[in-house]
């Protein structure tokens, strides 16, 4: 049960109209931490607010690619946002894993949740959401020392108690407005997307790709950050975009100990 779940993370909810959720930190968050933390609550966020932005998102990570797309922001200036999956292919406290995670974060990067194993979320209850949600926060949070305030739904799929569970861990759920279809289309064909979308002339750019697809990282992402910074966007994560901080705390990373693993942390559906 989610109590038992969860024993280290307290939620909870007034009641479904409360403007804000409390949550209670779990006893290892860093001294100083307010024991509640305000959001804004049961958000859905699906484009960027800040004019002449780009948010170049990227799901279905920690990927070896990482490296690629990274080093292509970087050397143009810019930043991006990685949603992160917990044990859906290979275990994200991995040596491998968890250094990308930890590389993505210390370049400057968002790092955030895209839940632990890819399940539909509106197929879930209430307490497999939470299990879904807070074991991927807390890989997050164990690596890098920040606590993320960004979940992607995995398929962008999400119902009113999606919404009311990532209120009350104090998460904007986010999801996208431009889809690159890296995951179904060949490179020439999302380079056309992304020129067919610069040519349109939006305010600003919440784009889904992933860094999983080797033609996505390698080949289309160097291509639309040049034609992106070319038009005069600026590249930024997704709470950049937003106007919104990226963590809801950060402090030290933890030391890699015994619960560095992924044992015991499915959600049983």
Not at 4 to 32: E, F, K, M, N, Y
């Amino acid at each position: 049960m989610f109590g038992s779940i969860l024993r280290t993370l307290t939620v909870g909810l007034v009641a479904a109209s409360a403007s804000v959720a409390a949550v209670q930190l779990p006893p290892h968050a860093p001294r100083g931490t307010s024991e509640h933390y305000r959001r804004t609550p049961g958000q859905v966020v699906t484009k960027c607010t800040v004019p002449n932005t780009v948010a170049l998102t990227f799901d279905d990570g920690p990927w070896v690619y990482l490296y690629d797309v990274s080093k292509a922001l970087i050397a143009a200036g810019g930043k991006g946002t990685f949603f992160f999956r917990g044990g859906a292919d290979g275990c994200i406290y991995n040596e491998a894993q968890a250094k990308r995670v930890k590389y993505a974060y210390d370049k400057g990067h968002q790092v955030a949740s895209h839940t632990w194993a890819h399940l539909n979320m509106s197929s879930l209850n209430w307490d497999q959401l939470h299990n879904e949600m807070w074991n991927v926060e807390e890989a997050i949070w164990k690596i890098t020392g920040a606590y993320p305030s960004f979940v992607r739904p995995p398929y962008g799929e999400y119902n009113p108690t999606v919404v009311e569970a990532a209120r009350a861990r104090g998460q904007t759920i986010a999801l996208w407005d431009f889809d690159s279809l890296d995951w179904s289309l060949d490179a020439d064909s999302i380079k056309k997307r992304y020129k067919d979308l610069v040519d349109s002339r939006p305010s600003n750019v919440n784009a889904l790709n992933h860094e999983v697809h080797q033609h996505s990282a390698q080949v289309v992402i160097p291509y639309a950050i040049d034609i992106l910074k070319k038009a005069g966007y600026k590249l930024v994560t997704l709470a950049e975009c937003l106007g919104q901080p990226a963590y809801q705390f950060t402090g030290a990373p933890a030391a890699r100990d015994a619960s560095w693993t992924c044992e015991g942390k499915a959600t049983k559906v």
